[in-house]
């Protein structure tokens, strides 16, 4: 990258705008999420109302002529590409939900306290992103399909950020894949561009980012400026010494972060947001709205519904587009993307309504945050409650 294209600001002198309604989790640097019954208004999150996740100032693009991403490492010839050499690769728009391994962890916390961001329940977002597949990208410098290790030994794709963050003691932000999963088009990882048709915004990653459809948000490393192809795991602070699952045993006193492996697929989750926590409403029908994805490209298969507690269940409606009923492993369905749900339940009383969903290889939520509570409070797919008053006298309370 030539000097100064493309620079991460010492200070926060130059944000770019951001939407009023985001609920703003930390000002320096930047973590906000949408309100929860905007998140699922739309199965395609708007680009203002997508969480933004940082960890230090947002970098400035000062010449995009001057742009450009090495490609190097372990590859027979090296090289670096502009921002038009990505574009005149094969454009695919790949439909895929990011979420923070770090979302619901107000909720973990709540339990046991946790280090880290306190996320509610939408530190994720479902976008249709747009840019050259990882796997043609690494054509141009020598690395063929479906390769799981080069002649001179590279296993891994490490992405390296301009973003110059405290954690990696004023370095870039970097994170790996698999070679193997990055040289298969069928994993549909993108060097992208575009983001719901639309330039990559500032703090999504203009102008070129990773994204790595089926896998926590911090592997979709954003400001791109090298992509190396590296013998073993990037050794960089967020791979090496976070966003791994130990067990609740462990905490900061006897924590050994090598004995447990970054983690990679998101598991089955799923939550509520059409109502908050705790809830007044009047008696009669309310209207149970989510979203619920898995990682690795599994489906949906079910999305279960309980009215007291988890006792008993139901299955609410699926849907990806509003009007389509969701069917998993269909072939018309965006592999990658959350699944939205929806049900019409009537309520009187005290009610504690729950939530779990069921992938396509049967993985199931937890029941309890207290068997997946971890010190970094990441992973948080335990059953989602919201707790309903329906009285009559609603104004009362108002």
């Known amino acids: 990258m030539a000097e100064g294209a493309l620079r991460g600001p010492s200070d926060y002198s130059q944000e770019p705008p951001r939407h009023p309604s985001l609920r703003i989790n930390a000002k320096e640097p930047f973590n906000a999420e949408p309100p929860r019954q905007d998140l699922v208004a739309s199965y395609i999150t708007p680009v203002d109302l997508f969480f933004k996740r940082n960890h230090g100032p947002i970098p400035i693009l000062d010449d995009i002529g001057s742009y450009y991403v090495t490609i190097g490492g372990l590859v027979g010839r090296p090289g670096r590409l502009s921002l038009d050499d990505v574009r005149k690769l094969p454009k695919y728009n790949v439909t895929a939900t990011l979420q923070c391994a770090g979302n619901r962890r107000t909720e973990m916390s709540n339990s046991r306290k946790v280090r880290g961001v306190g996320w509610d329940v939408c530190a994720l977002g479902n976008a249709t ?34 973003d110059q963050c405290p954690e990696e003691k ?91 492996k970054p983690q990679m697929d998101y598991p089955i989750q799923s939550a509520i947001c059409s109502m908050e926590d705790t809830n007044v409403v009047e008696p009669g029908q309310v209207t149970v709205t989510g979203y619920a994805l898995s990682g690795g490209g599994r489906g949906i298969e079910r999305v279960d519904i309980s009215m007291d507690g988890g006792k008993s269940w139901f299955g609410a409606h699926r849907y990806q587009k509003e009007d389509v009923p969701y069917v998993a492993g269909d072939i018309t369905s965006d592999k990658w993307a959350w699944v939205l749900f929806k049900a019409v339940v009537d309520v009187k009383g005290y009610t504690e309504i729950v939530a779990k969903a069921v992938d396509s290889s049967a993985n199931v939520q937890p029941e309890s945050v207290d068997s997946i509570w971890n010190l970094r409070g990441i992973l948080n797919t335990c059953w989602h409650r919201v707790r309903l008053l329906a009285t009559p006298n609603l104004r009362s309370f108002i």
């Open 129 to 162: 992103w747009g840019g050259a597949k990882l796997s043609d990208v690494l054509q141009l410098v020598g690395v063929q399909y479906h390769t799981e290790i080069t002649p001179s030994g590279g296993k891994y794709v490490e992405f390296i950020s301009v």
């Open 170 to 260: 004023g370095g870039p932000y970097k994170a790996s894949i698999p070679l193997a999963q990055a040289t298969n088009p069928a994993a549909d990882v993108l060097v992208a561009y575009e983001m719901n048709g639309e330039v990559l915004k500032r703090d999504h990653g203009y102008p070129l980012r990773a994204v790595v459809p089926g896998v926590i948000g911090a592997r979709s490393v954003k400001w791109l400026d090298r992509i190396d192809i590296i013998e073993e795991e990037s050794q960089g602070f967020f791979m090496q010494k976070d966003y791994k699952m130990f067990p609740p045993s462990v905490d900061w006193d006897n924590i050994v972060w090598s004995t447990r």
